[in-house]
Structures are given as C-alpha cells and as structure tokens.
C-alpha cells in the first residue's frame, strides 16, 4: 500500500514510553551516567507496528494531522521512522511534527546548558533527519513540511532548515493549513516557507477531525487553549475550547480498539473541562470521569492549574469526588503536571495576572502550598515547573520562591526549574543563561535536585513502575538517581555549599 503523504518523528517522539508518559521526558536530558543506548531504551522503546510500518500507538498531535488529511480524502498515513525507506520511494509529501527539534524548550535547554551535553530528544531529531532514506527521496523531489508546538525553534537554526531541505514550517493549530498545503504539495504548486496560524485561524472544534488510530498512552484532547493569559505562554494565545462528550468518548473508543486499556485526558487544566470562565462544571467533570473510566482501567490528567485543585476541592469537593471515581483496584494515584513558575506574589502580579484567579496573585504562594497539600492528601503527585530568570526578576523574587520551596518539602512530588524561554507575549525578551545565574538561582537549582530525588525515591518504590514487569527499568532509574546524588555532592564540595 503506497501513501502520498507520511506523517512521522523522531524515535523520542514515536514511542509509547514503556506505558509511562513521564519516562518520555527524560528524553529532555542528556544520555549521562547511561550509555545512549540505554537511555533510548529506558525512555523511548521502539513502538509495535503493523506489516507496513505503522504505529499501533502514535503521538495525538501527528494523529490529528493524519486524521484532517485523511477526512479531506488525501491518502496519508503515520509511519514509523524506522519504516520510512520503503514509503519514501513513492510518497510526495513528509510531515514532521515534534515538541522540541533542538532541545530549546525548557527543560530541554537548561540539562543542556548545566550538563554542557546535547539532550537526547536533539541528538535523536538530528540523527533522524540526516537518515539516507530522507535525503534520497528528498532528490527526488520529495517536499517536508515540520510543524507542532516547537515550531518557532526554525527560525533560530536556519542553518537545519537548509540542511534538511525543509520546504515549510507551519507554526500554530495545523489541522485545517495542512490539508491545503498537503494539495499545495501533491499538485506541485509552490510552497510557503513559514506559515502562522493565529489565534483568529484556530480550527472551531466541527472543524477537528477525530483521531483515526490510537494514540499514545491513550491520550485525548478534552479542551484546547487556555483563557488565563500567562505572559510567557504560547497557549493562551489560543481560545479556550471544549470539547463535547461524545467526541471524548469516540476517540476513546478508536483507543480501546486498538487494545489500550489507558486514558490520559488532555488538556492546559482538566478542571476547566466544561467551566463557564473559569468556575468549574462538577456535574460535567464527574461524567467525563465516569465516561472514560467505563472503558479504560486507568484514567489520568495531562495538566491541572493549582488554583483550580485548591477551588474545586474547597468549594465542590471535587478533587475526592474525581479521585474516588478512579481510584481502584487497578489505579491508586495520578501524576499531573502544574506549574507553580514562581514563589513571589510581586513577580506573579507582573507575569501571570490570572494564573491564581479565582484567588487574587497576591495570595499566590499560598494558593500553591493549599493546593499541594490537597494534592498530597489524594494521592496526585504533581510535576511542577519553576521559572528562572523571568524579565523583571529581582533578588527578592528568587528569595521567595526559595521560601516556597521549603514549604512545600513534605509534599510528595517533583519540582523542575526551567530557564526562562521567550514565547507567548514576551517573545521579544532575551534567553536566560548560565552566565545569568545568581548564587539564589543556584541554591533553587540545589533545592528542587535534592527535593525531586527524594520524592522520585519514594514515587519509584511505591507507586511507579511497581511489579516484576518494570523491574529492569525500576532499577536503571535508581541507578541513575545514585549517579545523580553522586554528582549533585561533588558539586555541592566544589561550592563550598553542606548537602541539604
Ligand atoms: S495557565 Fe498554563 S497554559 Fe494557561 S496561560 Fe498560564 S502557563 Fe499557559
């Protein structure tokens, strides 16, 4: 079977991640302590796939390409990349999607800096782009299209956009540009080299396909955008849409047909899932739950804001309610990603208005220390990102979130400082760097490490990658947290600082 257009990334990106979405994210570092080999292993196993080299599971995003192509009648596919060869001879088209090509996203790009080694996800993007399959079929006129959320990082490294003959980058929400410049491509008209896709061009939800094949872990679309208006976010310059249960539960099914017995629902906040602005919709939420948890043993949540878990949870209760739906006996906690980005009310006035409402910024530090406890107590282990070097920082910003930090050390979770990255509103603001690194910047890299591996001790013993299947993976990671802890006080010496 020949397609006209192959849709595919890089290993880091083409993998089910051992069933464990966070393990994906080590793709982000670097391959130190580990041979390279392994690290691949341990974070992004090769995917099963069918004679012709698809994927049973892919990433969502290349699966709503697929399914916008294919919907519009064009004969397109995701393939594998270690599948590419025989497709290449006769495709016209290549669409490359990823969430970081260079390793320029945080927290891709401060492991980089800190470490002075490339993160896998780049080494492994790069490797894939110099493959001879591509480059042949490139002589031959093949046209690549590259796209997704990391989009913007083209127009930094030129120097690839040349090597690898990218024809367009398509920045923004893709699925309804793709199907033209797909046509564009197949009847050999000229392409654009940069296309944006605004705010105002977002595709309404009638015009998202559903997915056609499963994706990975499970994932599905529950809302797109944000409405919150962080100044240093992409997202939220896109409108905040839900979508409707019945298209939740159609791609739950593509999912559960391909035999995935997992759900992760996605979305900036799951608690915003229906909300009129943002007060929560309990008796929408708690369907949704009880939907996804009739088909999958396992049900989880890409992304919570914190105001939202410490609302929900004071005034509806709604945290016991969602996690008393899901916990059994095949699930008894859920890890999320939120963002906490900094401790100082002063800092979050300036750069992120509304990421307390309903609460007032000033009250920030306290919204995220309530909504952590809650957290604790029903067993959700947050992921949090700290933000360094935000325009406007001063000392005593730093000194604040260092103050957090230590409130927060009884909660069980992971806590990543991420360098500052200009997106979103402050995209014109310069890169935070090593050299711009302050001794309290320091000494909150050195809380959240010593945080995070004492919590990751915890998290790896009695809740992930628990049994006899994940023993091989359980103990590689505690081999790497050994290395780290080794690292981490050799460091410490080199400063003068005592272990904390
Ligand atoms: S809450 Fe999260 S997704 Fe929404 S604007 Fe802020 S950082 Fe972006």
């Known amino acids: 079977m020949r397609f006209d257009v192959v849709i595919t990334s890089d290993r880091t990106m083409m993998s089910n991640h051992h069933g464990k979405e966070f393990l994906g994210f080590a793709a982000t570092g670097p391959p130190i302590g580990l041979p390279e080999r392994l690290w691949m292993w341990m974070c992004a196993p090769k995917?099963?796939?069918?004679?012709?080299?698809?994927?049973?599971?892919?990433?969502?995003?290349?699966?709503?390409?697929?399914?916008?192509?294919?919907?519009?009648?064009?004969?397109?596919?995701?393939?594998?990349?270690?599948?590419?060869?025989?497709?290449?001879?006769?495709?016209?088209?290549?669409?490359?999607?990823?969430?970081?090509?260079?390793?320029?996203?945080?927290?891709?790009?401060?492991?980089?800096?800190?470490?002075?080694?490339?993160?896998?996800?780049?080494?492994?993007?790069k490797r894939f782009m110099r493959k001879p399959e591509i480059r042949e079929a490139k002589k031959r006129g093949l046209k690549i299209i590259v796209g997704g959320p990391a989009a913007w990082q083209w127009l930094w490294r030129t120097d690839y956009w040349r090597e690898f003959g990218v024809d367009t980058v398509v920045d923004g929400e893709a699925d309804k540009v793709v199907v033209e410049l797909a046509n564009k491509a197949l009847n050999g008209e000229d392409l654009p080299l940069y296309v944006y896709v605004g705010p105002g061009?977002?595709?309404?939800?009638?015009?998202?396909?559903?997915?056609?094949?499963?994706?990975?872990?499970?994932?599905?679309?529950?809302?797109?955008?944000?409405?919150?208006?962080?100044?240093?976010?992409?997202?939220?310059?896109?409108?905040?849409?839900?979508?409707?249960?019945d298209k939740i539960e159609r791609e739950i099914q593509v999912n559960v047909r391909a035999g995935l017995k997992k759900c992760?629902?996605?979305?900036?906040?799951?608690?915003?899932?229906?909300?009129?602005?943002?007060?929560?919709?309990?008796?929408?939420?708690?369907?949704?739950?009880?939907?996804?948890?009739?088909?999958?043993?396992?049900?989880?949540?890409?992304?919570?804001?914190?105001?939202?878990?410490?609302?929900?949870?004071?005034?509806?209760?709604?945290?016991?309610?969602?996690?008393?739906?899901?916990?059994?006996?095949?699930?008894?906690?859920?890890?999320?990603?939120?963002?906490?980005?900094?401790?100082?009310?002063?800092?979050?006035?300036?750069?992120?208005?509304?990421?307390?409402?309903?609460y007032p910024a000033s009250k920030w530090p306290e919204v995220v220390k309530d909504a952590f406890a809650i957290m604790h107590e029903h067993k959700v282990v947050p992921a949090a990102t700290l933000i360094l070097g935000l325009p406007d920082e001063r000392e005593e910003d730093v000194v604040a979130t260092l103050e957090l930090l230590d409130e927060l050390s009884n909660y069980r979770s992971l806590i990543v400082p991420m360098f500052f990255?200009?997106?979103?509103?402050?995209?014109?603001?310069?890169?935070?760097?090593?050299?711009?690194?302050?001794?309290?910047?320091?000494?909150?890299?050195?809380?959240?490490?010593?945080?995070?591996?004492?919590?990751?001790?915890?998290?790896?013993?009695?809740?992930?990658?628990?049994?006899?299947?994940?023993?091989?993976?359980?103990?590689?990671?505690?081999?790497?947290?050994?290395?780290?802890?080794?690292?981490?006080?050799?460091?410490?010496?080199?400063?003068?600082k005592a272990a904390l």
């Open 201 to 245: 061009e977002a595709p309404s939800l009638d015009e998202i396909p559903d997915i056609k094949g499963a994706s990975v872990n499970g994932l599905v679309e529950i809302t797109r955008g944000c409405p919150r208006g962080c100044r240093f976010c992409s997202v939220t310059l896109r409108p905040l849409r839900h979508y409707p249960l």
């Open 47 to 125: 995917p099963k796939v069918d004679k012709l080299g698809r994927p049973l599971e892919a990433p969502y995003g290349l699966r709503k390409i697929e399914a916008s192509l294919v919907s519009a009648g064009i004969n397109a596919a995701v393939i594998d990349p270690d599948h590419l060869g025989k497709h290449l001879k006769h495709a016209k088209v290549l669409m490359v999607g990823h969430h970081d090509f260079f390793a320029m996203c945080s927290p891709s790009i401060e492991w980089w800096l800190i470490t002075g080694s490339e993160p896998l996800n780049s080494r492994s993007f």
């Open 421 to 496: 990255v200009p997106l979103g509103l402050l995209k014109d603001r310069t890169w935070f760097l090593r050299d711009h690194l302050t001794d309290q910047h320091i000494e909150v890299l050195r809380k959240c490490l010593w945080h995070s591996v004492k919590w990751a001790e915890d998290i790896l013993s009695h809740m992930y990658l628990k049994g006899v299947a994940y023993a091989p993976l359980r103990i590689l990671l505690k081999l790497f947290l050994a290395y780290v802890k080794r690292k981490g006080r050799e460091v410490e010496r080199s400063l003068g």
């Open 264 to 358: 992760i629902l996605h979305s900036e906040d799951v608690f915003m899932y229906g909300s009129k602005g943002i007060e929560p919709n309990p008796d929408l939420l708690t369907q949704l739950h009880k939907l996804a948890k009739k088909y999958c043993r396992v049900v989880t949540w890409s992304h919570v804001t914190l105001a939202l878990v410490k609302y929900s949870q004071e005034k509806y209760n709604l945290v016991s309610q969602l996690t008393d739906i899901l916990y059994d006996d095949n699930q008894e906690w859920i890890g999320v990603e939120v963002g906490i980005e900094t401790g100082s009310p002063r800092l979050a006035e300036k750069i992120m208005p509304a990421k307390a409402a309903p």
